[in-house]
């Protein structure tokens, strides 16, 4: 692996709940490098790797995990760490005892500020879901920002939820930040609206149509070639310079379709589909139809095995009769084309989800980089991504590959993937039927 920071000498970042990569992606692009992301699930490991192939992935949960590890698995002994930030998910509320944080379901955030204290970096950021600040559950984010302070970090109070439909991301999506610096350095703001208002068709309107092609019954990526004429578009697929985009360069293939196996509905469900209004529901499905000219409805993730092996809602098409793909998700999501995610939908789906749309992420990792008073610079190195077997792995090949217990994820039966040689195009992933 080569040591990209110690070439190029940007702040340093980690991620401690890394999922995919948003946040590890939206802190590159305004200037980090990423050295270590720490993430339990196998499967979102691989993918992780597969689009950051030079930032040390730890495939373990964080309550396993000591700063003392995570600098030596990154190479950062000695060194002061810039920023770590991470969405760790609370999975109970328990108002019974005198102190939430102690709630065993809590315990990775208990274990977020147990990994602050250890690495001491210059800043922290924790992000998580809007209903923190609500009714009861606000004493359980006071009491992680008591226990901040404790650990010898400056809160910037009131906290903020930020949309990321005032970012640029054309999707309405609130999430908390709450910023914290080290006594010793000067607190970051929260960023303020600073973009024009992006649509739901200058995300996806010139993505081809997934539908068109047979081949993506049973792969998730076409070799193709299309027109971009929004910004956005011709922005994520790297066609045209971001200005504010401090990532390093991936060499990718700009005309291919990736992250796009189709979904087969029935002729019925498609009637249904054309006949529902934009921007309405579809009264059988629950599905949202998206008004091209509007913003997308939050992006869920659905659920493990272990909760049902739901699958969330999915929009339908402005224009056709279907539900999104990946990718279109992705472009809703404010992910570049170059990134791409496992190649089942249902796993596809749970990583864009799941994870911080890249462009908010980016506008708060902004201001930590102000308050450390650097300029970021756009890196002259270019990245080759991974493996694109990686975005193949199921959970036992995963657990394998990163020589870990298979059962730490809620599993779920799936078809298996494999390659079809009479295939030109190299990158694709192919399903068996």
């Known amino acids: 692996m080569i040591s990209l920071r110690k070439v190029n000498k940007r702040p340093i970042g980690i991620d401690l709940f890394a999922g995919a990569g948003g946040l590890s992606l939206g802190f590159e692009q305004a200037g980090f490098d990423i050295a270590a992301a720490i993430e339990i699930d ?46 760790p998910p609370c999975q109970g509320f328990s108002m019974i005892g005198k102190r939430t944080l102690d709630d065993p379901r809590n315990s990775l955030v208990f274990h977020f500020v147990r990994i602050i204290r250890e690495l001491k970096p210059k800043y922290c950021v924790f992000e998580n879901v809007k209903g923190l600040t609500l009714g009861l559950h606000s004493k359980f984010l006071n009491e992680l920002i008591e226990e901040l302070q404790k650990a010898d970090y400056k809160v910037h109070l009131p906290y903020r939820v930020l949309n990321a439909a005032d970012i640029g991301v054309p999707q309405d999506r609130r999430r908390l930040f709450l910023l914290a610096a080290r006594t010793d ?21 010139d993505l081809p149509d997934a539908d068109k092609f047979d081949a993506l019954n049973y792969q998730d990526s076409i070799s193709t070639r299309w027109t971009s004429r929004s910004l956005y578009a011709k922005q994520l697929r790297e066609m045209q310079i971001d200005p504010t985009d401090f990532s390093y360069t991936r060499d990718f293939d700009r005309n291919i379709l990736s992250s796009s196996l ?26 949202h139809k998206l ?20 699958t969330s809602p999915r929009p339908i098409h402005p224009y056709l009769p279907r539900v999104i793909t990946v990718r279109e998700a992705a472009r809703l999501h404010s992910y570049p084309d170059w990134f791409r995610f496992h190649a089942t939908k249902w796993h596809g789906f749970r990583q864009v989800g799941n994870s911080v749309p890249p462009l908010l992420g980016r506008a708060v990792a902004a201001e930590i980089m102000k308050a450390l008073h650097v300029r970021p610079k756009k890196p002259t190195t270019v990245i080759g991504l991974g493996d694109v077997k990686l975005l193949t792995f199921d959970m036992h090949t995963a657990s394998r590959y990163f ?14 993937l494999r390659r079809k040689s009479s295939y030109n195009d190299k990158d694709a992933l192919w399903l068996i039927p």
């Open 42 to 87: 196998p499967v979102h490991c691989a993918t992780h790797e597969y689009n950051f192939p030079n930032t040390a992935i730890i495939c373990a949960s964080v309550t396993d995990v000591t700063g003392d590890e995570i600098r030596r698995r990154a190479g950062l002994q000695g060194s002061d760490i810039d920023v770590v930030f991470g969405g």
């Open 185 to 205: 350095m000067c607190l970051p703001v929260y960023p303020e609206p600073n973009r024009p208002k992006t649509t739901v068709w200058d995300a996806i309107g």
């Open 262 to 287: 189709r979904t087969k509905h029935t002729e019925l469900s498609k009637q249904r589909f054309l006949n529902t209004k934009a921007g309405e529901t579809e009264a059988i499905s629950r599905f």
């Open 291 to 310: 008004a091209p000219l509007g913003v997308c409805n939050t992006l869920r993730a659905g659920t493990d095995s272990a909760r049902g092996a739901f």
């Open 403 to 416: 020589d870990v217990r298979s059962d730490v994820i809620a599993q779920r039966l799936r078809k298996p």
